[in-house]
């Protein structure tokens, strides 16, 4: 059965506001330290109370957005400022970096050799001056944006060797995450410079866009070439549809129309490519030649790379008006409901296998937290009802 | 059917000699630039050309063994020295590390925070040493032994940050890595220091094992206990049978008849808790108290677990001349032969889902070389010759 615009809609409310939300309020929040338990079972039971510092700060941000977009009485914003407290009090390491993780009560555990740990410590701070007026987060925001890009220029001050074999090319990653924050940074600081680097990673990001081949790679050589190893030839076909959303709120926010057709291309060859036709889903990692993947969870289907599709499929059907991207959401949706969707306790599994049973009956884990199920479910609904409200 | 111990010889040695062996010597070598392509496709074609150097040494030693111990006049000493030679020519840092992988010409990618590069190091050139009587080899392979064991003390000189969250306690891989160094170096070098680390080494590695719980943890604390986290509840099952074959050689050896039943319980407990009683195969991790495990592969079938525990069940029946050990090699060489081994072309595969069913169709990767297979099915082999000649 098709389910219509406005069935849809209520069905991503329900979702969203009587299960998602509930679920992580209920046992995502410790209350004693502050900050919030992640590796959850699939009752909310904590299996582990260290803290991931990325998802500490997407859930900062999930509910700072929900109060500053949904609802300003439902407690959201006490709910973000308590996980901001924590990681503003124990997350940096004297360098100014972020760490990885922390225990429960705030020791650092591990800090990683990469941005990312900074990146949604950034979103945390800017989604909470948006939500509080505070310019002390927006300074801190800022302070550490610049200080994310200068660590992504000079990769040596992470404490990665760079040796003379070591690849040196991009990481779809990286230009993707930078225009992530620049989305949100730029709504309240009319910096300049967030331009130029846009244009940069506009541009290295469309690097990884293979029109000849009909497909998004992961990592590309220095000058955008095409480097055939394993790490050259990898696809991750939920991540280039998290970028064609990405650069569908570019285009839109920027008034950049050239990017339109490149983003719908990408949701249409990794729709392509990246459904499973035996078993349905998306697979997590391919080789876009075939070769055997390096990684050993290639085939399994994950909750984020449908959570990705999800919202992708939806807004080039809004974006484009062409009925295949509203059938490709479809497909999706009914997938992820009937698989990720767990029948007896709230929240969406985590992990599936090819064949799309549970491979872990986790709610939460170092990875998963209160972040993709809800901002892919809200922007959904956010946009059905823009649409509901045109027509 | 059962197989006789005779059949049984016969069917490890056609394994070995006609389809493993030949499998590396024909795909394996890299003529031009000398060490070993280990990323092999179904049918031996390399898709990456990187050199791993866990499993560039272990092929060293592979090879080197087969020469010191099958035969002198199959070309094996050729095969492991120009394996010697590319690792000692580019595989170790300026400051004595070994590189974790190298291009194919031997440009240095990446080095770990890690001293298992180093370790398969050791392992290479003491067996060298053995095949060629060189001083020199014995002396680098004491050197970095040495090397090996500071660095494992203070792993701040790893570069790993030792932060007051880290946790502090051992890994089970530590003590054996240890341990099986100094199973081959003390052959050759009677340094008596090997037995006061052989004596700690020991006493660090049953501390990961729990008669109270029956079974075997990868991590304990500082004190050997136990630590209420996914880390402290992991379990590895063919790692643990790993250790036990490993006690096993170490009470042959040096006469240390008390860890014989410490030995046989660990390959109890690891057949009972780790095979998979719906669809067979050892897991590859699993949380000791029913956890969701972090890992997302734990529920795949390996091919290394199953190679250990090949050889750790017979060895234990061989000892303990109890029948029960005999039918456990049974399960585990019946499971192994119908799932790992490829019908279409030389090999076995490396991964498998929960099922049984391949996932890649590799034959090697950065982890998958000429090292599990050919030494489980050589020391059930010589196991098995031995046995034949007693009778």
Known sequence: MRITGTSLLGTYRTELFDNVIPFWERHGIDREYGGYFTCLDRYGV?????????????AVWMFARLHNEVARDRGWLDLAQQGLD???????????????????EGLPIHIQRKIYGEV???????????ATGSAQYLDEARELFWLVYDLWQEPARLGRPV?????????????MVFLC?????????????????????????????RPDRRLVLENVGLAGEFVDTPQGRLMNPGHALEMAWFLLHLARRAGRDDLVPRALEIVDWSMELGWDREFGGLYYFLDCNGQPPMQLEWNMKLWWPMCEALYATLLAWDVSGESRYLQMHETVRDWAFRHLRDPEAPEWFGYLDRRGEPTHLLKGGAWKGFFHMPRALLYCVQLLERRATRE
Do not use: N
């Not at 904590?46 to 997407?58: A, E, V």
């Not at 949604?120 to 948006?130: C, G, K, P, S, Y």
């Open 46 to 58: 904590p299996f582990s109370t260290d803290k991931y510092m990325w998802l500490q700060g997407r």
């Open 86 to 104: 924590f990681i503003r009090r124990f997350g940096r390491a004297p360098d100014g970096r972020a760490y990885f993780s922390l225990t429960r």
């Open 120 to 130: 949604f410590f950034v979103m945390a701070l800017t989604e909470m001056a948006r």
């Open 163 to 175: 040796l003379p074999g070591t690849f040196r090319g991009t990481a779809l990653a990286d230009p």
């Open 181 to 209: 924050m620049i989305e949100e940074l730029s709504r309240l600081d009319a910096d300049r410079r967030y331009e130029a680097v846009t244009d940069r990673m506009v541009d290295l990001s469309l690097r990884h866009v």
